[in-house]
């Protein structure tokens, strides 16, 4: 059994169909990418599985448990967290796992952008989740600050073995830490497999119009 499943999750705002039967499946262990053009679904995604909407209609199970329709801070509590929601204090052993030992001591607003992206991934890890829910991390970096990030979490997640769901714009980023990648477009499930095997998919090429280098 996956340790988290959606079945046929579609979610509607009016006439707008934000999300459109998706199924997906994470394994425990794997680092899953949900990527997809603007307007494709992906926040919609993440807000459903993490309570801050509900589902019109569809199935969300974690290790076995129905969610569907839990508040968020029920669901947090069950062992999903998303980095940009959790505000809470954190001990130094999250700081260690991602290189911020030396910071420790320094006010949040005088870090590098870099620093507060992986401090932000830090606060979410101080609650201890099965499934770690990454939305953006390299959003608003530099060329080096996102190679410096990409190279801490690899390095995370190759000692962790944390789960993880991901949503990145850099396919650079996608391609070098997720095991699957799952394509969104227009709020339904275009593919969903190996990297490779999404980069080599002509729906999600076109979808993407021009592919990728």
């Known amino acids: 059994m996956a340790l988290l499943e959606l079945d046929g999750v579609t979610r509607r705002y009016g006439a707008l169909v934000a999300l459109d039967q998706v199924s997906m499946a994470v394994e425990e262990g794997e680092v899953r990418a949900v990527i997809g053009p603007n307007g494709a679904g992906k ?9 801050t909407v509900k589902p019109t209609t569809g199935r969300i ?17 069950l062992g999903l967290s998303r980095t940009f929601q959790i505000t809470a204090l954190f001990p130094d052993a999250a700081l260690e796992q991602l290189g911020l030992s030396g910071v420790a001591e320094r006010p949040a607003g005088l870090l590098s952008h870099g620093d507060q992206r992986l401090l ?21 970096l530099s060329v080096e600050e996102t190679a410096q990030a990409v190279h801490t979490l690899a390095g995370f997640l190759k000692t962790s073995r944390m789960t993880v ?18 394509v969104l477009h227009r709020g339904a499930v275009i593919a969903d497999g190996a990297p490779d095997t999404v980069k080599a998919d002509k729906a999600v090429q076109e979808a993407y119009l021009g592919g990728f280098e």
């Open 165 to 182: 769901l991901l949503v990145e714009h850099d396919m650079e980023v996608v391609f070098r830490l997720a095991h699957r990648i799952t």
């Open 61 to 77: 199970h974690f290790a076995g448990r129905p969610i569907a329709g839990l508040a968020s801070h029920q669901v947090c509590r």
């Open 120 to 140: 932000e991934v830090a606060m979410a890890l101080a609650q201890q989740p099965r499934v770690l829910l990454l939305d953006e991390p390299t959003q608003g």
């Open 43 to 51: 926040t919609t995604l993440f807000n459903v599985i993490t309570g």
